[in-house]
């Protein structure tokens, strides 16, 4: 079972980034989004496929329609650049893992 | 303060074992799952282990299982990853993390390095 992600998504500041997270199950799992920059930590950023993380800034927003889960920057900042993965499980909930990520360019 | 601190990182042999450790604090340990993941260098991120919060349930990376062991000491507040057999694709850092899917505290990462 996999999540696949693009590679990357490219915007100006202000501009709106889609990321995308397509997995066979996500129709009856939740997607979880996770934000990684350079040299740290992962950070939650979004979980059950619509609610934000704790300390997360309302320009990022989820949704999860079929087989397809998005994570939605409106209006990109340059902080934003980062690596994003989804996160989630496979139709029998016993296997977890994590989207092949997806590089976010602001600039 | 809430934090996850971890330990036990570093260079090792192939087929050598290594000792993660996780020590928490500032939250109520034993009602929380916990979970390993790691990333090799330059590459993405891979859950590799994670345990229920009585240690009742354990789930493993197929890459890993028969050679890893995620334990949880709750009167330490602490989880550990026991890593056998290790192999140069275990390369990478590691970071535990508290929860199964929203995983919403990290610890700040350890490097482990296998490489004779």
């Known amino acids: 079972y996999d999540l696949i992600q693009p590679p990357s998504v490219s915007v100006s500041p202000g501009q709106t980034a889609r990321i995308t997270c397509s997995g066979d199950?996500?129709?009856?799992?939740?997607a979880y989004w996770y934000q990684q920059k350079s040299g740290l930590a992962p950070v939650l950023v979004m979980y059950?496929?619509?609610k934000r993380a704790s300390g997360i800034p309302e320009r990022f927003s989820g949704s999860s329609s079929g087989t397809v889960a998005t994570l939605i920057i409106s209006g990109a900042q340059v902080e934003d650049e980062a690596d994003y993965y989804c996160f989630s499980t496979d139709g029998t909930g016993y296997l977890y893992l994590f989207g092949t990520g997806t590089k976010v360019t602001v600039l | 303060e809430v934090r996850l601190v971890q330990s036990g990182g570093g260079l090792v042999q192939p087929g050598r074992s290594l000792r993660l450790s996780c020590a928490a604090s500032?939250?109520?340990?034993?009602?929380?799952?916990m979970t390993w993941v790691r990333q090799a260098p330059g590459k993405g991120l891979e859950c590799v282990a994670n345990i229920k919060y009585d240690g009742s349930e354990e789930f493993y990376v197929d890459s890993v299982r028969g050679r890893f062991i995620v334990s949880r000491d709750n009167a330490r507040n602490s989880v550990f990853l026991q890593m056998d057999s290790l192999r140069g694709d275990d390369t990478g850092v590691y970071y535990c993390?508290?929860?199964?899917?929203?995983?919403?505290?990290w610890g700040q990462g350890t490097t482990v390095t296998v490489s004779s």
């Open positions: 199950a996500l129709p009856v799992k939740y």
């Open positions: 500032g939250f109520n340990f034993n009602r929380s799952w």
């Open positions: 993390a508290r929860g199964y899917l929203s995983m919403d505290l």
């Open positions: 059950e496929d619509k």
